[in-house]
């Protein structure tokens, strides 16, 4: 059996994995002006950086809102398509180990999968992710740049941009420690730090979300939660997550390959289609 490529082809960037053997191999990511030019620059880099050739490969599996402006075999190799919320459950339940659990996609918006062994479904999602970062990080900060963004926010003070329980109370209050979040934003000033504002942005989509997957696990029973996608890549992550954990009595998973599982779960879904024929 050759190398299985699994591509997400995203809005902003694609991502291109190798599959061999149930092994993952050399995962990348690309960013070019547009979908179908990021989809060949990523799959000829990656070919020329593993030093694989057209012949090794088996298969391509696309997947990804940008996989829609690709219509034919790419490179003349046997290409298909997989429906995304499918790429995800399986990239994430490859990756985390868990078979029950919720995948949240944080992308340019956020996507909840939930996974129950074999059962995978899209059960909803949010219009807040990297996008939402982005934008406001050009409206208030002068720059989209996602690495900026990231630097400014590790020398900033998030109790300068949010009120914290501590600021209105004396005590703790049921299941709310000091430390927690009373309302994101409302300490901002005109002059507020570029600094502060960008912690408060990220802190504020990352906050959003855990939130809003909690909610949307309601009635499952599902306390775990698989992280994936670019924002998973953010440091905060490290400190809001676990934070929430203790917060909401959950846990929040970010596996080795967060940013590429949705690829790694098109790879994957090759064998399950071969399993199913």
Known sequence: MGIIIGIDVGISTTKIVGLNEGRVISPIRITAADQVTSLYGAFGKYLHDNRVE?????????TGVGS??????????????VDEFIADGLGARFESGLSRAIVVSMGTGTSFVQCDGDDI?????????????????RVMLNTDNFRQIQSLAMRGDISKVNLLIGDIS?????????????????RAQNNAAPEDLALGI???????????????????G?????????????????????MMEKLYGVHYHIPKYSEFCTAIGAALNYGKLRIEN
């Open 54 to 62: 057209l012949k090794d490969v088996e298969q391509v599996m696309l």
């Open 68 to 81: 829609a402006y690709v219509d034919q075999p790419v490179y003349g190799i046997s290409t298909q398509k």
């Open 121 to 137: 479904r899209h059960i909803g999602g949010i219009g807040i992710g990297g996008g939402t970062l982005q934008g406001l990080s």
């Open 170 to 186: 004396t005590h703790p209050l049921p299941g709310l420690p000091m430390n927690a979040t009373a309302s994101l934003f409302s």
């Open 202 to 220: 990220i802190v504020m989509v990352l906050q959003s979300i855990g939130s809003a997957t909690v909610l949307a696990a309601l009635n499952s």
């Open 222 to 242: 599902i306390k775990d939660f698989v992280l994936i996608g670019n924002l998973t890549l953010l440091p905060q992550c490290k400190e809001v997550f676990p």
